[in-house]
């Protein structure tokens, strides 16, 4: 039992070491390939709904958007899950509770920040004593999705772009790409071709 | 039995509550002194209410007004209950005996407003972390981690 989690501790060792060797890219971009494959196709949720959101959460489950197309399925079971999204208001006598939820979840994981009041406390922003402003307060959320509450399309879109970062990653850290926001901030270059003026 | 009736039965029965009953909006309200509110509950039980629906407060400023909604379920009746504690000392007696969904209830309205039920088999904090300052349904909370909504907005 304990041969095998070293084991897995090790691919790390693994991609650098095939990183050095002449001709281990080509196994590495394979190895990456099959491991974004199934990561990327395989993101099972973590439902952690406690408002309004997850009623939209839920109906992205069932059979008008059916997310089981997407290879996301609902877990009671944060052992079993890869994907936490935190669909609604969390009040700081919950935030431990979804902590301890997120710390049970095995590695690797991602979060998605689901409607306004996960993203910023959205209308609790303001004169609310209870209320986290954002579960990235005590998260690493990796894609936020606006909305009171956001339609199930734009879950889907988030999945979608969550799934996008999943496939950027490598198993090797110096190959893992950086996936740009959706939003690009105003001190960005600019989008498209390089060097274009307007 | 209407609400009328309900008023000639409980002062039938019991006349010495009878003075504190009144019908507003067409709801029944007993509005009792807080040392009288275990004899009036006792009453009103034996009279047949025996559902607390609900339990609140209302902060006025320098007294607290505990709310209290029973039911009746045979008599298909509803009934108020107001009764007051000074906010120097807001201490009122528990009905948890008479009522158990009373005791979450009066953890909710100790949690928030902080007055006291004596006679509560566990009274501590339900809503809010243990640790926490202060009770935010007073009109007096003041949390420095409050943000304040701007005039702008």
Request: one cysteine or more; glycine letters at 8%.
């Amino acid at each position: 039992m304990e041969e095998g989690c070293a084991e897995v501790a090790g691919i790390d060792d693994v991609a650098r070491a095939l990183e050095r060797t002449s001709g281990g890219g080509v196994i590495l971009t394979s190895l990456d390939a099959i491991q974004d494959w199934a990561r990327g196709y395989s993101l099972w949720m973590m439902p952690m709904g406690t408002a309004c959101c997850a009623i939209e959460l839920i109906a992205a489950s069932f059979s008008r958007f059916d997310f089981d197309r997407h290879g996301s399925i609902p877990r009671p079971d944060p052992r079993h899950t890869d994907v936490m999204i935190v669909a609604g208001t969390i009040c700081t006598r919950m935030a431990p509770a979804v902590k301890r939820l997120w710390d049970q979840m095995p590695d690797p994981k991602w979060c998605i920040a689901m409607g306004n009041c996960a993203v910023s406390g959205g209308i609790f922003y303001y004169d609310t004593y209870s209320v986290v402003r954002g579960v990235d307060q005590f998260l690493p959320v990796d894609v936020y999705i606006t909305g009171c509450p956001p339609r199930p399309e734009s879950l889907q879109d988030g999945i979608l772009r969550l799934r996008e970062k999943v496939r950027a990653e490598s198993a090797s850290p110096s190959r893992t790409r950086e996936i740009e926001g959706v939003l690009p901030l105003p001190s960005d270059a600019p989008r498209g071709e390089a060097g274009e003026s307007e | 039995m209407n609400i009328t009736e309900l008023r000639e039965y409980l002062c039938t029965q019991y006349p010495d509550l009878c003075p504190l009953f009144s019908i507003e909006f067409g709801d029944g309200v007993l509005t009792v002194p807080s040392d009288r509110l275990g004899e009036a509950m006792c009453s009103l039980k034996d009279l047949g209410f025996d559902f607390l629906g609900m339990l609140t407060a209302v902060d006025y400023g320098d007294e607290f007004e505990l709310v209290y909604r029973l039911r009746a379920r045979e008599m298909h009746l509803g009934l108020f209950l107001k009764t007051r504690v000074p906010r120097e000392a807001p201490h009122i007696r528990s009905v948890t005996a008479l009522w158990p969904s009373a005791n979450w209830h009066e953890r909710e309205v100790f949690d928030l407003f902080g007055i006291v039920f004596d006679g509560h088999p566990d009274l501590r904090r339900i809503l809010l972390p243990d640790d926490w300052v202060g009770h935010p349904l007073r009109k007096d909370y003041e949390d420095p981690n409050i943000i304040r909504r701007p005039d702008y907005l």
